[in-house]
């Protein structure tokens, strides 16, 4: 008994799925790829935002210790005076804000800073 050809239209659709799973496959692989990729990104900035708030804790201790008289590297005087400027307008600032927030304003209204607002 001859073998039995498949006729045109089963070839046609097993051709078709054919190419489908292998483009299936391809865009499968491309997939992960891109999230390989995005995963890695996403590494890198919250790397980058626990270098920087690793180098925020470095100058506060830096300055903490400028503060009680401790010798600092010569290279953050400048930064040293530009931090205590800058602390100076920061609480002149906020002593204006919170005396145009009580003018006029029921004690109940009155903003009050967050714990951590002191570190803005």
């Known amino acids: 008994m001859a073998a039995k ?5 089963t070839r046609e659709l097993s051709s078709f799925f054919k190419q489908a799973v292998e483009t299936f496959d391809e865009v499968k692989e491309s997939v992960l790829k891109g999230s390989q ?3 890695a990104t996403v590494d890198v900035q919250l790397l980058k935002r626990s270098r920087e ?3 925020a804790r470095l100058g506060e201790v830096l300055l903490d210790e400028a503060s009680r008289g401790a010798p600092v590297p010569a290279a953050c005087d400048a930064i040293v005076k530009e931090l205590r400027e800058l602390d ?5 600032s906020r002593a204006e ?9 029921p004690e109940a ?4 800073a967050a714990p951590d607002d002191e570190d803005d």
């Open 5 to 9: 050809t498949p006729d045109p239209i």
């Open 37 to 39: 990729a995005t995963k």
């Open 53 to 55: 708030r690793t180098l």
């Open 88 to 92: 100076e307008t920061l609480a002149k």
């Open 97 to 105: 804000a919170d005396k145009l927030w009580k003018q006029g304003k």
């Open 109 to 112: 209204q009155v903003p009050t």
